[in-house]
């Protein structure tokens, strides 16, 4: 498990890569370093990044203390939105590559990467993930490409954008509006078409989670 400093450090790097829009691929050429390397250290699994961290600091335009949580003020606040926040509260959670993927709906728990992410409590954050979403159903509200930050849950509100598995098959991202007997999905996209299902028919779905952010893509 890391320490509260190592967390504070890989929450900074993190967050400058995604402020200076660098690359995963980028940030790892540079260091010579593959990408499951990089992505074992910012799931917590090694910190073998701390031998680089002279690299990681020149690459980034940062001092190795601001890295280290040493200092607070090395950033140009005109030049960045790097926030510090309590670093007990920030978690690495898991991005998968689909949206079924973290359910277990037809599709491997392949995770692709991981997001740093100010959450409550840690019983809060083990039951988050987050997913790279794909189509533009829900476009403009989420892009090709965004990620979306998602609580599991087995029921939502109506009105709430929620993940939801068709069939025990598909699982989509939709607006769950309810009725007295009827469950209906609405995409954004105006381009597709609202789903009704009416009677037994509801039972067709299961409610996996609600999305509680949407993390744009740069």
């Known amino acids: 498990m890391l320490t509260e400093q190592e967390k504070l450090t890989l929450t900074r790097i993190i967050g400058l890569l995604k402020e200076k829009k660098i ?4 940030f790892c050429q540079y260091l010579n370093v593959s990408p499951s390397n990089f992505g074992n250290w910012v799931s917590g699994r090694n910190t073998s990044y701390m031998k680089y961290i002279h690299a990681i600091a020149s ?3 940062v001092s190795i203390d601001y890295l280290l949580g040493k200092e607070n003020a090395t950033l140009d606040a ?17 991005v ?14 392949v995770v692709i990467d991981y997001e740093p992410l100010y959450i409550r409590s ?3 954050a083990k039951e988050t993930i987050c997913i790279r979403v794909k189509g533009d159903s829900m476009f403009p509200l989420i892009d090709d490409g965004d990620t979306i930050q998602v609580h599991k849950q087995t029921s939502v509100d109506s009105g709430a954008i929620a993940v939801v ?4 098959e598909e699982a989509l991202v939709k607006k769950v509006i309810y009725g007295e007997t009827w469950i209906e999905l609405h995409s954004i996209n ?5 789903m009704r299902f009416e009677n037994e ?7 996996l989670g609600q999305v509680k952010k949407i993390i744009k893509i740069c």
């Not at 690359?23 to 980028?26: F, G, L, N």
């Not at 998968?96 to 728990?109: I, N, P, Q, R, Y």
């Open 23 to 26: 690359s995963k691929r980028e």
């Open 165 to 168: 598995l068709l069939d025990g």
């Open 59 to 61: 690459f980034l335009d």
């Open 190 to 194: 105006p381009m597709y078409k609202t």
């Open 96 to 109: 998968f590559e689909s949206v079924s993927a973290g359910f277990g709906a037809l599709a491997h728990d």
């Open 122 to 124: 840690e019983s809060e």
């Open 201 to 207: 028919n509801v039972l067709r779905l299961k409610v």
């Open 78 to 94: 005109d030049k960045t939105n790097v926030v510090d926040i309590e670093q007990e509260n920030v978690y690495m959670i898991p």
